[in-house]
């Protein structure tokens, strides 16, 4: 089983707003990553956590926050976001801790945010 | 600096007919090989990888890639397309002795869109 999950499937927010996107696996991986995905754009690395410890900030503003509690969930807080920040972001994770180039990396099926 | 091609932004076949999507990478050393799959909306499901070994991989859904080191290319293929396959393909790599903080990084091409006309 290579199953990713995400909640929610759908965001709307305002710009004012305080909102929290969450990842959870149960495979066991001990990486996990983050990323954002605009239309018709492919997937934009933003955090990567292993061994549930930041490895990888692609200088994400700091209006993004993420959070790796334990090592089966991974969150991300939005905090007074703008209209730009509307994408899909998806999470994924891989086995091994990062990084390690022969691992895989298994993709949720997104949260799809829109910043109003 | 390490990246990964995919020349066909939109590719339409008629249903039944066969398919290949085309990737190259640019760097010298083999890469890690992968081909994602997105349908409208969703997220990215793994069809194939390549890290060594036999060169013609086969994936889920009737899919399989060819790898051709002279060629720097990694491309997909399907003998047969269903109007099920319509989706957005990417191929990804991870180049193994990438320095820095690329080191074991997922690089994707931009997407080929697939159309499948009944």
Redesign the interface.
């Known amino acids: 089983d ?1 199953e ?1 999950t ?1 909640t929610p499937k759908h965001l709307v927010m305002g710009m004012t707003n305080k909102k929290s996107l969450k990842c959870e696996q149960h495979m066991g991986h001990r990486a996990m990553y983050w990323y954002k995905q605009k239309a ?4 934009e ?1 933003m955090f990567v956590y292993s061994y549930e410890k930041l490895s ?1 900030n692609e200088s994400v503003p700091s209006r993004f926050s993420p959070e790796c509690p334990n090592s089966s969930l991974l969150n991300l807080h939005l905090h007074a976001l703008q209209p730009e920040d509307s994408a ?1 972001y ?1 999470c ?1 994770s891989s086995q091994e801790g ?13 949260t ?1 945010l829109t910043v109003l | 600096a390490q990246s990964v091609t995919q020349p066909d932004i939109h590719i339409t076949v008629s249903e039944g007919a066969s398919l290949e999507l085309r990737c190259n990478y640019s760097y010298g050393a083999t890469p890690y090989l992968f081909w994602y799959v997105q349908s409208p909306g969703q997220g990215l499901q793994l069809l194939l990888k390549y890290f060594s070994g036999d060169t013609l991989v086969q994936g889920i859904k009737g899919f399989e890639a060819e790898f051709k080191r002279s060629q720097s290319s990694f491309n997909l293929r399907k003998p047969s397309v269903h109007w099920s396959d319509a989706a957005e393909y990417f191929c990804a790599v991870v180049y193994p002795n990438a320095g820095g903080t690329s080191y074991g990084k997922l690089t994707f091409g931009q997407g080929t869109i697939l159309t499948v006309h009944p």
């Open positions: 290579t990713v995400q018709k754009k492919p997937p690395l990888i899909l998806l994924a990062y990084p390690v180039v022969s691992d895989t990396q298994y993709f949720g099926p997104g799809r």
